[in-house]
């Protein structure tokens, strides 16, 4: 189901829930902790090449 939409200029961004919504509150901490550990290794990277973040 798209539980949100946006237009940015001539594009449209639908978000949908259909990958979450079977999820256990369990499931869906396991995914949180592993999209906030890629982000900090991609963080950690831009810092070792000195960009700002």
Do not use: F, H
């Amino acid at each position: 189901m798209i539980v949100q939409e946006y237009k940015i200029g001539n594009t449209t961004i639908k978000i949908s829930d259909d990958s979450y919504k079977d999820k256990t509150p369990e499931d869906m901490k396991r995914i949180l902790e592993r999209i906030a550990n890629v982000a900090w290794k991609c963080a950690r990277a831009a810092r070792a090449l000195g960009k700002d973040i």
